[in-house]
Structure formats: structure tokens, C-alpha cells
Nanobody, 124 residues
């Protein structure tokens, strides 16, 4: 069983940075695809970034390429999302998710486990 805990959100000015963390208190995340999604009121939860199950590939939404970076620390069983050059439109609740089966990491429905979410607010 995987239990994910998201953290690191907060209020930041446009152009600033935040680093989100996704920690697992259960099984190691090393054998899971791990992704980040975000949700704003009235919209669907959308893909942001992900590691493939092998850990060899990373994926990013076009809207965050060049600004966000996903990384992992296997010793800490934690996946990070470094967010730089933040924009007001990045404001959302961010969720990490884990998929043990190896589906397309960009697809929300492949993920079995979800964190509780962490709020990111970017002021203009």
C-alpha cells in the first residue's frame, strides 16, 4: 500500500519559486510512475509533470516546460516538483499520484494512489 503526503505549497509572488514534496509512508516509490497534477475550481484536474515507472523518462505539460522540474530522492522515498518563474495561472491545488502498473503517466485515470493536495497561490 502507498500513502502519499503532499507538502510545500504556499503563497508566492509571480516570478518566485516553490518546491513541492511527495513523500510515501508505505512502499518505495521507486517501482511506481509518479506524477503531479493540479486542479483549479471549475476545471478538471490536469497533468503537470511525471516520472515513468522505470524512472528513466520524464514528462511535462507544455505550460510548465522550462519552468518546472520533477526529481526524486529514493533514499527519502520522496518525489519533488521544483517550480520556478511562477505565474498567477499556476495557482491551483497540486496533487501527487502514484501508478504501479506503468500506464501513460500523463493520464490522470491510470493513477491508483493520490496525495491530499497542497495549495499553491501565485500573486501578481
Amino acid at each position: 500500500q502507498v500513502q502519499l503526503v503532499d507538502s510545500g505549497g504556499g503563497l508566492v509572488q509571480a516570478g518566485g519559486s516553490l518546491r513541492l514534496s511527495c513523500a510515501s509512508s508505505g512502499r518505495t516509490l521507486r517501482s511506481y510512475a509518479v506524477g503531479w497534477f493540479r486542479h483549479t475550481p471549475g476545471k478538471e484536474r490536469v497533468f503537470v509533470a511525471a516520472f515513468s515507472r522505470s524512472g528513466l523518462s520524464t514528462y511535462y505539460a507544455d505550460s510548465v516546460k522550462g519552468r518546472f522540474s520533477i526529481s526524486r530522492d529514493n533514499a527519502k522515498n520522496t518525489v519533488y516538483l521544483q517550480m520556478n518563474s511562477l505565474k498567477p495561472e499556476d495557482t491551483a491545488v497540486y496533487y501527487c499520484a502514484a501508478d504501479p502498473w506503468g500506464g501513460d503517466p500523463r493520464v490522470r485515470n491510470v493513477y491508483d494512489y493520490w496525495g491530499q493536495g497542497t495549495q499553491v497561490t501565485v500573486s501578481s
